[in-house]
C-alpha cells in the first residue's frame, strides 16, 4: 500500500493550518487577482506594471478621468483607464476601491461582518448600493467566510494609504 499521496495531503493540510489568516489572505489576494484592479498599474520599462507604492489603494484621487467614450450599440461594451482601475460599461463608470488599512478612505475601519456581507449581498458594505462590474462578486461569493476573515486579516495589515477613491457615476442616458 502506497500512502505517499496521503502523507501529501495531510502534509498540505497541516501547511494550511499552520498558516495565520493574514499570511492565508495575502495567498488569496494574489492568486484571485485582487491586485489586479485594486493597485494602479503605471508605466515601467517593459509596459504597465502594479505600482507597488500604491498596493490595493484603489483608483487614484488626483486622477481625473474624462467622460468615457460612447460605445455605440457595440460589439464593444466596456472601456477600462490604463491604470486598469477605473471601468465603464453599460453599468456606469465604476472605481476600484482603496483596500488599504486606511481608516477614512481604506478598509480600514470596515468591520469583519461588514466584508463578509460585501461578498454574500453583492452590496456596498453589505447594504449600500450594489457592487458593480467588473468585480467578480459571483465567484468571490463562492470563497467561504474562512477564505473571507483571511482576506480581511491580510488586508486589516496593509500600509494605510489615503486615498479617497471617486464615487461611481449613473450610466449615460
Not at 505517499?4 to 489572505?25: C, D, E, Y
Not at 520599462?45 to 505600482?51: A, R, S
Not at 449581498?121 to 453589505?126: A, D, N, P, Q
Not at 491580510?154 to 457615476?169: E, M, S
Amino acid at each position: 500500500m502506497n500512502l505517499l499521496p496521503t502523507f501529501a495531503v495531510l502534509a498540505v493540510a497541516a501547511s494550511l493550518q499552520a498558516q495565520t489568516p493574514a499570511a492565508r489572505g495575502a495567498y488569496l489576494v494574489k492568486t484571485m487577482g485582487c491586485n489586479d484592479c485594486h493597485t494602479p498599474l503605471k508605466m515601467g520599462p517593459k509596459g504597465p506594471e502594479p505600482d507597488m507604492d500604491r498596493f490595493l489603494s484603489g483608483h487614484p484621487a488626483g486622477l481625473k478621468m474624462p467622460p468615457a467614450p460612447d460605445l455605440g450599440q457595440g460589439p464593444w461594451a466596456w472601456v477600462g483607464s490604463g491604470t486598469m482601475t477605473a471601468f465603464s460599461g453599460p453599468w456606469g463608470t465604476t472605481f476600484s476601491a482603496n483596500l488599504t488599512s486606511d481608516k477614512e478612505t481604506g478598509m480600514g475601519a470596515v468591520s469583519e461582518k461588514d466584508f463578509i456581507q460585501i461578498f454574500r449581498t453583492g452590496r456596498h458594505l453589505g447594504k449600500g448600493r450594489p457592487v458593480l462590474p467588473p468585480m467578480p462578486i459571483p465567484a468571490v461569493n463562492e470563497a467561504t467566510d474562512e477564505d473571507i476573515k483571511a482576506i480581511y486579516a491580510f488586508l486589516q495589515t496593509t500600509r494605510p494609504i489615503r486615498n479617497a477613491v471617486p464615487d461611481i457615476l449613473p450610466p449615460r442616458s
